[in-house]
Every structure is written in structure tokens, then in C-alpha cells.
């Protein structure tokens, strides 16, 4: 019963829990997209706005100072006498309208007289006293800019009209005005919305749609339209109110689930207004690759962090499995019925025990396990704080080795260990062994230096000594270098000091020790 147990045990050890680390790893990859989702989605927002207003301010400086060319080249011309002096008459005024017309493909100046007569060579005299713009220019004599409107046969072929007046010593002698195509303004629209990925509506001053970068009706209620979408923080009513106030201002709305957002304002020189919109969802599908490209980004860096970790693990598994081995083979040794208890060799089955621990050869600790112990010791404090550490290298392996074999280099490290077990017992310390024939020791407890110091010239003297191999005697020895532990040392700063101290022994000819003190 007792022998199934610990097998099941060790079977159970051999397995390390990857399932947990590999689920974590990916929530935490799901986590890291939606976090850059949620970010995306929080700086569309924020670009929302920043596209809107800046479609708006484009599309309204660039249409504004379309007409406003028109508006200066008509004022300019109603400042020369020759078309503003009633006594010139109408056929001279039109005919060098008519030279002028012919550089500018998109209008057509015609001239108006005080009965608002309009005249045209070759045909008779036309009033145009019903046109509201007309009305409105003779009666506050201020530049009009009228709406779009369909002209031409084609029904098709959109106008817009500037008129000016013509004064003469604060007089009204008549009217300077030109048709010109709504085209321009148009692309404008289009070019200022597609920079910003934006949508775009012109609308004329009783809120009918003049144009859009949409498929909106021309002449369409824009008010009308808006009845489809729910607005957030604004009314319709009070959007239209706005509107014919030429004011300025910004509402969000949603339409089929998609968030929104609208910048309006006036058009100068007109009585336009532009509407520019951004919605989320077009604007976050153009941040969209950007955004997965920054997520994947993420898991990459945590995918190596998980295999830099799994590395590790795997490293650790090594130490584990040597364990194990070594468990496998004590239990074969304890309940092997081919072998008698009291045949056992318990000092064997604890060799095997600690192997991943113990250096095969010496019985001590190895580099990485000692390291670890000394770590500890020094994270968790000395009570006392009297640590001390030994640096001891065996002089001349090489030498020793090519001369008599490795069976003597062997012979003399496994002397060297078990001198230093001496002293781990005897001052409650850890030996281990740190390279190829470099050991390194901590002693507790040693109260002053000269204490320390009559206890490595005992060592260092111990660790002189002869060995035999095929009947010849050969003579031993080791340097040692050391040092006491300061609390402000890391593990890093105790072992360079004792390793300084070392080298200054080999330096001055092996075989003694040296003691490091006061960065001396």
C-alpha cells in the first residue's frame, strides 16, 4: 500500500500545470484586445469631433472664399464709372460686360438699371422687380448671394446669384449681377468631407438641401430628414431655430445604432449653412487595422514573456526530474524484495536523494542550489548578521590533472568537500561548489575579525594536504579569499568581494588566504 502511494505521487510530480498558464495567457490576450478596442474606441470618439469640425472649417473657408471672389469682382467693377454713371449708356455698360464675360467660364455679369431692368445685346429690356434677392438688394442696397436653384433647359444645371449695387453720390443708379455654376462649390464640399472621412450637407436659407455628399433630394426639408435619426441634447425644432438664426454649434444623434456626430455652422458672405457629419462606425473601421496591428503587437510581447516563463519552468522541471529519477531508485532499494532491509546502503539511497542538489563528485551543494540558499539568507537577514564568505580554489588543477590523470584531480575535490562539510557543520554554514575546482562556503556566527581570521588560517591550513595515487604522494593546496557580509551587500556585491580577494592571492603566490575588508 505504502509503495503505491509514493508511486502515484511521483507520477502525479512529473506533470506541471501548464493548463492554468495557458488559459491565463489567453484571457490575458483577449483582455489586451479588448483594452486596445476600448481604447480605439475612445479616441474615435474624440476624433469624431476633431473630423467634423475640421471638414466644417475647411469646406466653409473654401466655399466662402469662392463667392467671395465673385463678390470682389463685382464690387470692384460697380467702382468704375463707366458701369455706375446713369448717363453711360446701357449699350456701352453691356458690351464691356459681354469682353468680360468671355474670360470666366462659370458666370455670366449682367447689368440692372435703377427701374430693375435688366439688359442684354440684341434683346429687349427684361424686368426682374419679382426676384426677392432683387428686391432685398434695391431696398437695403447690401450684396446678395442667393440658393442654389435649376436652371438651364436640362433641369438639371444648378445657379447661384451675386448681385451688387451701383451708387453714385449715395444714389442707386442700378445693379451689377452674374449667375454662376453651383459646381465649385459642390466639389468643394466633396473634398473637404472625403478628407476627413465626413458627410456633408449645403443648405440654403430656408433649409432646403442645396447639396450633399450623400444621396440627398435637392431641395429636400433637411429638418424633414433628421426626423430619422434620434437626437442627443437637441431638438429638431430647436435645430432649425438655430439654423435660420445662423448660429453655429454641434449635436450628436444615432441612427440605426451608430453614434454620430454633427458640426453646423454658417457660411460667410451667404446665407448657407454646412452640416458636416462623422459617424463611429466608419470612422472606427478606418482606425480598425491600425488597432489590431497595436493588439497583436501586445500578444507578441506577452506570447515571448509566456515561452521566456515556460523556459524557465522547463529548467526547474529539469532539477525536478533528476529528483524523481533519483526517488525512483530509492524505492527500488527500500521495497525491492530481492534485497534484504539490513543490506541496504542508506548512505547510497541518500546520494540518490539529493541528486539535482549535490554535486556528484563532492556530495556539496551545487552552484545554482547554494546560490539560492545564500539568497535566502540574505533577503531574510542574519538575526545576528555575521555571515561570512569563502572563496577557495584548488591551485593548479590543470597541472594536476595532466600530469597525474583526472583520477587525481578527482581525489583531491573530494578532499576539498569534505574538509568544507567540517566547517558548514561546525559553523551552521553552506558549502556548495561553485565551477570546475572553486568551492565557496558561508560560516555564521564568527563574532569579530580576529575570530574570523584565526578560523581561515586554520582552514587554509587544513586545506593543505596530500594525496596518493599508484603509490605516489602528491602534495595539495588552495588560495582562499573572503570577506564579511555588510548588510547594504547584495549577493552580487558579498560574492565580488570575496572574489577580489581571491585574485589577490593568486597574484601574490597561491597558497594562503586574504581577507577583504573596508574595500581594501
Given at each position: 500500500m505504502k509503495r503505491d502511494v509514493i508511486r502515484k505521487n511521483s507520477q502525479e510530480a512529473e506533470f506541471f500545470p501548464f493548463a492554468p498558464i495557458r488559459r491565463r495567457f489567453l484571457i490575458f490576450c483577449i483582455v489586451c484586445v479588448l483594452a486596445v478596442m476600448f481604447s480605439g474606441a475612445c479616441l474615435?470618439?474624440?476624433?469624431?469631433?476633431?473630423?467634423?469640425?475640421?471638414a466644417y472649417q475647411s469646406a466653409s473657408a473654401q466655399i466662402s472664399q469662392k463667392v467671395g471672389e465673385s463678390i470682389k469682382l463685382l464690387t470692384s467693377l460697380a467702382a468704375l464709372p463707366e458701369f455706375y454713371d446713369p448717363e453711360v449708356p446701357w449699350e456701352s455698360k453691356t458690351a464691356k460686360l459681354d469682353e468680360i464675360n468671355q474670360y470666366f467660364g462659370y458666370m455670366f455679369i449682367c447689368y440692372v438699371d435703377e427701374d430693375i431692368e435688366v439688359y442684354t445685346l440684341g434683346e429687349e429690356a427684361a424686368s426682374l422687380a419679382s426676384r426677392e434677392y432683387m428686391q432685398t438688394l434695391y431696398s437695403t442696397r447690401e450684396i446678395q448671394v442667393t440658393d442654389g436653384f435649376v436652371a438651364g433647359a436640362d433641369g438639371r444645371t444648378l445657379n447661384y446669384t451675386v448681385a451688387v449695387p451701383l451708387i453714385q453720390d449715395d444714389v442707386m443708379?442700378?445693379?451689377l449681377f452674374c449667375s454662376i455654376y453651383f459646381d465649385d462649390a459642390v466639389n468643394l464640399l466633396k473634398q473637404s468631407a472625403a478628407a476627413n472621412g465626413a458627410e456633408a450637407v449645403l443648405i440654403g436659407s430656408k433649409g432646403q438641401i442645396m447639396s450633399s455628399t450623400g444621396d440627398l433630394a435637392f431641395g429636400a426639408s433637411y429638418t424633414e430628414i433628421l426626423h430619422e435619426y434620434k437626437l442627443i441634447g437637441l431638438t429638431t425644432d430647436k435645430l432649425e431655430t438655430l439654423l435660420l438664426a445662423r448660429d453655429s454649434g454641434s449635436f450628436r444623434s444615432l441612427k440605426a445604432g451608430n453614434s454620430r456626430y454633427t458640426v453646423f455652422g454658417p457660411i460667410e458672405t451667404t446665407n448657407w449653412d454646412i452640416l458636416v457629419t462623422v459617424d463611429f462606425l466608419s470612422l472606427f473601421a478606418a482606425e480598425l487595422p491600425s488597432l489590431l496591428l497595436?493588439?497583436?503587437?501586445?500578444?507578441?510581447?506577452?506570447?515571448?514573456?509566456?515561452?521566456?516563463?515556460?523556459?524557465?519552468i522547463f529548467g526547474q522541471m529539469a532539477i525536478m526530474e533528476n529528483l524523481l529519477t533519483s526517488r525512483h531508485k530509492m524505492e527500488k532499494k527500500l521495497y525491492s524484495n530481492a534485497i534484504a532491509p539490513e543490506s541496504v546502503d542508506y548512505e547510497d539511497i541518500l546520494q540518490m536523494s539529493s541528486k539535482g542538489l549535490r554535486d556528484e563528485l563532492t556530495g556539496l551543494a551545487t552552484r545554482t542550489f547554494f546560490l539560492n540558499q545564500l539568497e535566502k539568507l540574505l533577503r531574510d537577514g542574519n538575526a545576528s548578521g555575521k555571515?561570512?564568505?569563502?572563496?577557495?580554489?584548488?591551485?593548479?588543477?590543470?597541472l594536476l590533472n595532466d600530469t597525474y590523470g583526472h583520477q587525481a584531480g578527482d581525489s583531491a575535490l573530494k578532499k576539498i568537500g569534505f574538509i568544507l562539510r567540517g566547517y558548514e557543520k561546525k559553523y551552521e554554514g553552506v558549502v556548495g561548489r561553485y565551477g570546475g575546482d572553486e568551492f565557496i562556503l558561508i560560516l555564521k556566527d564568527i563574532d569579530s575579525v580576529e575570530e574570523l581570521n584565526d578560523v581561515l588560517s586554520e582552514l587554509v591550513e587544513r586545506l593543505h594536504f596530500t594525496i596518493t595515487v599508484n603509490g605516489t604522494e602528491i602534495p595539495v593546496h588552495c588560495s582562499m579569499g573572503a570577506c564579511v557580509w555588510n548588510r547594504k551587500d547584495t549577493l552580487k556585491t558579498l560574492i565580488s568581494k570575496a572574489d577580489k580577494a581571491l585574485y589577490d592571492v593568486k597574484r601574490h603566490g597561491k597558497g594562503t588566504y586574504s581577507l577583504f575588508l573596508n574595500g581594501e
Open positions: 474615435t470618439v474624440r476624433k469624431m469631433r476633431q473630423s467634423a469640425e475640421a443708379t442700378g445693379s497595436a493588439a497583436l503587437f501586445q500578444i507578441l510581447i506577452t506570447l515571448i514573456l509566456y515561452l521566456f516563463v515556460k523556459k524557465h555571515l561570512s564568505l569563502c572563496f577557495v580554489d584548488l591551485d593548479d588543477l590543470k
